[in-house]
């Protein structure tokens, strides 16, 4: 078992451009949790997806969206990039409240 | 809101010898968990030990140990005998009792912890 999976694992993009990243959970686990952890910082939660619907969300604006799919991957969208986005973005799966973190993808807005 | 604060941004021990990082949080709230995540190079986060907060008694993780002072608002992390692989970043971490999905961690600024051979 893989465990928790993200893609790509480094990205660049410009400023107001708009970036994907995936995420697929570990084998069994039906819930992924979206954290951001700037240089220097602890991660801070974004969302959770559960049934393919947002259950819980972070402080976080309007420009992070995000999907889950029937096989329970998920995509954390963000919308116009501002160089403060640029962050380690980990995501979390998790079944019956045992999560388990993957190993993030490192996005640096230029 | 919950904060996490950890004073310590780094740390370091003689391999084999034993290690106290620290962790202190801010809350009105009276059942929590308590946790401590290590996140090596790899980046992934690693649960190293959990606590809940109607639990008198202190939790053990074979090397590692927690000091939970709930009137002080403390959360310690012990580690014993300390192994070259147990250089990290160390994240102490407050999830409300009332977070029925489990999700809403607040972590605190993290300990860069230094193992010397």
């Known amino acids: 078992d893989a465990g928790v999976t993200q893609s790509p694992t480094h990205l660049i993009k410009t400023r107001g451009q708009q970036v994907t990243l995936r995420c697929s959970p570990k084998?069994?686990?039906?819930?992924v949790s979206w954290y951001q952890q700037a240089l220097g910082q602890g991660p801070q939660f974004i969302f959770q997806y559960y049934e393919e619907e947002e259950r819980q969300r972070g402080n976080f604006p309007d420009r992070f969206s995000g999907h889950q799919f029937p096989n329970y991957s998920s995509e954390l969208n963000v919308n116009a990039l501002l160089l403060g986005d640029s962050a380690l973005y980990l995501c979390?799966?998790?079944?019956?409240?045992?999560?388990?973190f993957g190993s993030g993808t490192r996005l640096t807005v230029v | 809101a919950q904060t996490v604060t950890q004073s310590q941004p780094e740390m370091s021990v003689q391999e084999a010898e034993t290690v106290t990082l620290s962790c202190t949080y801010d809350t009105s709230e009276s059942d929590y968990y308590l946790f401590w995540y290590k996140q090596p190079p790899s980046r992934q986060m690693i649960l190293v030990i959990r606590q809940e907060a109607y639990k008198q008694q202190n939790a053990t993780e074979n090397r590692f140990s927690v000091n939970f002072q709930k009137a002080a608002k403390s959360f310690s992390l012990k580690i014993s005998d300390s192994q070259l692989g147990d250089a990290a970043m160390y994240f102490c971490a407050y999830r409300s009792y009332r977070d029925n999905y489990g999700q809403n961690f607040v972590f605190g600024p993290g300990t860069r912890l230094s193992v010397l051979p």
């Open positions: 084998s069994g686990h039906d819930t």
């Open positions: 979390a799966s998790s079944l019956r409240g045992s999560q388990l």
